[in-house]
């Protein structure tokens, strides 16, 4: 798509867009208790249950991917897309908060969020912080924090639905549902079973999910209890040089080459009304086993087969106080965080020999304590405060058993702070300004701080990296009318010791200063009762700012993977009583391939646009719809490498044009 063609459609969009919220949402996200969207002093996106449901996408990255800001890319071959908000890079999902249900999502590990354990029908709402969530939740929301919030049965509920899915490349699925409540208690039951032979040859995946919920409810309080478990076999296709994406862009270099994860979930939580303000907590457990193999296919004897297993406990109470004074409303939120992680590597040439000869045995925890605060204060109700404030203590240690030497094992302790100023200000009952300022902090992972070849004798090493500090820094404004919605903002985040995996030096390192700023637009609007339109669109510029590293000057050079311009436009239109269509155009700019941060190769990632439609029919209690994915049969790919000795690059390529045909029976 051309400039001039995104502008125009940018321009047609933009005073229009998708049905917007309602104004009385509730949302849980800026606070960390239920409160109303509109006293949220700060802009949010909440994806709602019906958009997802009426959306043409098939899968949460895609979803998120129509989103301002947000860039997703498959740099593994898997279905579980790297995310990206606010123009990070590589580094995207270190520095994306992701949480289920206020649960932290993200690893210690250089690991991509397990999307296809969370089912699209368990979804009630998606809610999108930019730029914020470091106060209330932690390190690593830099660019933002997306809290997915699951379904919970309202009172009376009594549904079940049965569905399922076929369509390209051997792609079948099958879903269950259930939900059930009285006046006091309910519970939800989701399950489903995914298999696909997916476009590229070995990458079939089989992924199984099933997570359920048991609530009480009272007049003064609730209680939960939250379990998942979700299972993925995946076969891994390799990248594809540049001569292969034209020769055979589906084949495969690496057909012995797997991956699996077993994972599960479970969340004890529940609030109570203490009369003066509310207490809350939850109590948190997740366990992740990740088995890989990957093959020397030179014969050079460095197979490779890993076997990770990781778990980590958390405990989150916190408690709400409102009150009034000086003709203000004001609420205070205060509340501690505990993390406690533990993490175990096994590396060897075969899984034979993983028990008995590992090449690595790597073992390592992280222990989390934060004490947080946050104020919020309304004054005339049209002006509202946010003041906050978190201190953390993280001690990590690393150790490979297989390696003696003292440089092999480590530990430190950071004591990183997180702070945040927000004003927001009504100048009529739908037309707002907002303004925020804030610091913001990422910890490295046990990926970065451990080398398996890093050591002086090409062996295991632990380095330890300081914590990576941001100043951020935002403008916007925001209307909500009857009809129309429109957001658009400014932000710059300046960053010191960012965390990099620096390729001409493999090694992970603390970078000198950087610095991303944008403007992001976005609209929508409900242009009748049968139509709704979206449209946003992103300028991003990321920078390292000075420095030479490994001989390599970076000084003002463009940070790799990040488009400068992302657009997204799209239309839900109801043609019938029983009939609906839904559409959305992507469109991603060119990009500084990965493994170039000085900018010297001498071609970009070409930019490309994706088209993706939906049709349904529902007739009774039976709906029936077809998905196509890639109408316009685009040839592209979302992630690349570049070779630093020649002028060749590895990409992964996208699919082409593929069908999805559901039907779904509802109870």
């Known amino acids: 798509m051309k400039p001039s063609a995104i502008a125009a459609a940018l321009a047609f969009v933009t005073p229009l867009a998708l049905a917007q919220t309602q104004q009385d949402e509730v949302v849980v996200t800026a606070t960390r208790f239920p409160e109303q969207r509109l006293d949220a002093p700060i802009g949010m996106t909440v994806i709602t249950a019906k958009q997802i449901a009426e959306s043409a996408t098939k899968s949460l990255p895609q979803l998120l991917s129509q989103e301002a800001g947000i860039v997703t890319r498959d740099n593994t071959g898997g279905p579980d897309s790297q995310i990206d908000l606010r123009g990070f890079g590589i580094t995207g999902d270190q520095n994306t908060l992701v949480l289920l249900n206020g649960q932290r999502l993200n690893e210690i590990e250089l690991t991509t969020i397990g999307w296809t354990a969370i089912p699209l029908d368990s979804i009630e709402r998606i809610e999108i ?362 932000f710059a985040i300046y960053l010191k010791n960012e965390i990099y995996f620096f390729v001409p030096t493999f090694s992970n390192i603390n970078l000198p200063p950087t610095r991303r700023r944008g403007v992001e637009l976005d609209a929508s609007a409900a242009i009748s009762p049968a139509v709704s339109l979206f449209g946003n669109v992103s300028v991003t510029d990321a920078r390292f700012l000075e420095g030479v590293i490994g001989g390599v000057d970076i000084g003002g050079k463009v940070v790799p993977l990040v488009p400068r311009v992302k657009a997204n436009a799209g239309i839900a239109w109801q043609l019938g009583p029983q009939t609906r269509f839904s559409g959305v155009v992507r469109y991603v700019g060119t990009q500084y391939y990965d493994n170039d941060p000085d900018n010297s190769f001498p071609t970009r990632m070409p930019a490309y646009t994706v088209v993706d439609v939906k049709f349904t029919q529902t007739v009774d209690r039976i709906t029936l719809g077809i998905a196509i994915n890639n109408l316009a049969n685009k040839l592209y790919y979302s992630y690349a490498v570049a070779s630093r000795s020649s002028p060749t690059f590895n990409a992964y390529p996208q699919a082409d044009t593929t069908f999805l045909v559901t039907a779904e029976y509802r109870f």
């Open 129 to 490: 912080l930019r730029g914020s969530g470091s106060v209330l939740y932690g390190g690593g929301a830099t660019g933002g924090t997306i809290n997915i919030i699951t379904k919970t049965p309202p009172e009376g509920a009594r549904a079940a639905s049965i569905a399922g899915s076929t369509g390209t490349y051997a792609t079948n699925e099958v879903r269950v549902g259930a939900s059930l409540a009285g006046r006091d208690s309910g519970f939800n039951l989701f399950a489903s079973d995914f298999t696909s032979d997916n476009y590229r040859a070995n990458n079939r995946l089989e992924q199984k999910n099933a997570n359920g919920s048991v609530r009480l409810f009272g007049p003064l309080g609730d209680v939960g209890l939250l379990v998942d478990v979700d299972s993925q076999n995946l076969r891994l296709p390799g990248a594809r040089t540049d001569v292969q994406l034209e020769t055979d862009r589906r084949g495969t270099a690496t057909p012995d080459d797997f991956a699996t994860r077993d994972g599960a979930r479970a969340s004890l939580g529940g609030s109570y009304d203490l009369g003066f303000g509310r207490v809350a907590g939850d109590l948190g457990y997740r366990d992740v086993t990740r088995t890989s193999f990957l093959k020397d296919y030179s014969g050079g004897g460095f197979d490779t087969y890993t076997d990770t297993h990781s778990k980590v406990w958390s405990f989150t109470p916190r408690l709400k106080i409102p009150y009034g004074g000086s003709g203000a409303q004001h609420a205070l939120v205060v509340g501690v965080d505990f993390d406690y992680w533990d993490y175990l590597s096994r590396r060897a040439p075969s899984r034979d020999l993983i028990d008995t000869s590992p090449s690595a045995h790597v073992t390592a925890t992280q222990r989390d304590g934060a004490v947080f605060a946050q104020h919020n204060s309304a004054f005339d109700t049209s002006t509202k405060v946010t003041l906050g404030a978190r201190l953390q203590r993280t001690t990590m240690t690393a150790q490979d058993s297989v390696n003696p030497a003292a440089y092999a094992s480590g530990s430190k302790t950071s004591n990183p702070l997180a702070w945040e100023i927000g004003l927001r200000q009504d100048l009529s009952p739908a037309t707002a300004i907002y303004g925020r300022a804030g610091q913001s902090f990422r910890l490295p992972t046990v990926d970065e701080v451990y080398s398996q070849f890093g050591g002086p004798s090409f062996d295991a090493i632990v380095t330890l990296l300081n914590p990576q500090i941001s100043h951020d820094y935002e403008l916007g404004t925001e209307y909500r009318g009857r009809v129309v919605r429109v957001r658009a903002s400014a």
